[in-house]
């Protein structure tokens, strides 16, 4: 049947859309846009001191201690292999909760500034490019057309794999 493998794509990217659209907190990172479901976020910090932890992951900064609560912190352009750089006062962690096997960390996400909240609607957002078998996109919600740039739509219980989350819940 031609025409039947594309109504089936078509219509799972309508499923990827429909399931994507909503507020979303966007961020920069390396001066690229990104965004994170505002359902996700619990708070936008700004940076204070974060107590290294021995023996973790280079993009895990550490823990804060946010009113009494110890809370891991990845420094997201870390964990997307990006250039580390000196924080700056726009500088902010956003805390997020995360869902893990069975339970939901909250955990902090160094990001370079907090741009604001944008309601996104399904026939603005696409799924994410075919990059090939070799590059894994699993962590990305779509691609969202604003304003006739691109801004990365973020799957951040994808963006932090299970066993990431239980060493972070360790190190809490």
């Known amino acids: 049947m031609p025409g039947s493998a594309e109504k089936m794509s078509q219509a799972g990217m309508d499923v990827v859309q429909a399931d994507s659209e909503g507020k979303y907190l966007t961020f920069v990172l390396d001066e690229e846009e990104y965004g994170i479901s505002i359902l996700k976020v619990k708070e936008i910090i700004g940076m204070m001191p974060i107590t290294p932890v021995p023996r973790t992951p280079v993009f895990v900064k550490g823990v804060i201690n946010l009113r009494g609560k110890v809370i891991p912190v990845v420094d997201l ?96």
Request: net charge negative; with cysteine.
């Open 77 to 172: 352009r870390l964990k997307f292999g990006m250039e580390e750089i000196d924080y700056t006062e726009r500088t902010c962690i956003i805390v997020v909760e995360i869902a893990g096997e069975g339970s939901h960390v909250l955990t902090g996400l160094v990001v370079d500034a907090v741009s604001e909240v944008l309601n996104i609607k399904a026939d603005n957002i696409e799924a994410p490019p075919a990059f090939g078998a070799k590059l894994n996109t699993d962590y990305i919600l779509g691609m969202a057309k604003i304003e006739g740039g691109v801004k990365i739509l973020l799957d951040i219980d994808r963006v932090m794999k299970a066993e990431e989350i239980s060493l972070l819940d360790e190190a809490a």
